[in-house]
């Protein structure tokens, strides 16, 4: 069984830049999510995917988009850089049946100067 | 979406059981309660999860009252590699299941 895998794992932007993070689903799984998490803080939910539609949003702009591929891996695109969209990323999956626990990736850690 | 308040943190030493409880008054007909484990840089993990009652894996124990008001996880024996936090979430399984509201998590650190 292969686990959440998200790339790159570090990325270093400059404000006012885009960025795009990768993520692959466990094998099986329909339905991906996006977390946020700051330094000290707990993971803060960005948005989630099923049948490559976006259904579900947490409080966060529009420059945060993301993208479901026919295979179920997920994109999430950040337009505009601030320095506060420094954080780790998390990509989590699930089965769209639940109960079902979301499986998480290790995250990428982006950091904007 | 049910809110959820937990210690901020926990000392324990090796070999010992901890039981991390936690509050959630608002929680919903269709919501689960889920744990999960975090290290630092790493993605949270899976612990355990429940409805009511008791549930027990190979690592945890669940423990829910029959109000579902709080739940309580159980560490058996826990060794210096259980050092993490932990975050109790409830959320409902029949909707968008991704939209999870973790809070700031109990940090447990585990002593020789």
């Known amino acids: 069984e292969t686990g959440v895998t998200q790339s790159p794992t570090h990325l270093i932007k400059t404000r006012g830049q885009q960025v795009t993070l990768r993520c692959s689903s466990q094998?099986?799984?329909?339905?991906v999510s996006w977390y946020q998490q700051a330094l000290g803080q707990g993971p803060q939910f960005i948005f989630q995917?099923?049948?490559?539609?976006?259904?579900g949003r947490g409080n966060f702009p529009p420059r945060f988009s993301g993208l479901q591929f026919p295979n179920y891996s997920s994109e999430l695109n950040v337009n505009a850089l601030e320095l506060d969209d420094s954080a780790l990323y998390l990509c989590?999956?699930?089965?769209?049946?639940?109960?079902?626990?979301?499986?998480f990736g290790n995250g990428t850690r982006l950091t904007v100067t | 979406l049910a809110k959820t308040t937990q210690p901020i943190s926990m000392d324990s030493y090796e070999g010992q059981e901890v039981n991390i409880t936690c509050s959630h008054n608002?929680?919903?007909?269709?919501?689960?309660i889920t744990w999960y484990q975090q290290f630092p840089s790493q993605g949270p993990r899976f612990i355990i999860q429940?409805?009511?009652t008791k549930v027990t894996n190979e690592v945890a124990s669940l423990f829910i009252p029959a109000d579902r008001k709080s739940s309580t996880l159980s560490l058996p024996r826990v060794s210096l590699s259980d050092t993490a936090v932990y975050y109790c979430?409830?959320?409902?399984?029949?909707?968008?299941?991704?939209?999870?509201?973790f809070g700031k998590g109990t940090k447990l650190s585990v002593k020789p």
């Open positions: 094998s099986g799984h329909n339905t």
């Open positions: 995917y099923y049948r490559e539609e976006e259904n």
């Open positions: 608002n929680i919903a007909t269709n919501d689960y």
């Open positions: 429940g409805y009511k």
């Open positions: 979430l409830v959320g409902d399984v029949t909707g968008s299941q991704g939209n999870l509201i």
């Open positions: 989590a999956s699930s089965l769209a049946q639940g109960p079902s626990p979301l499986h």
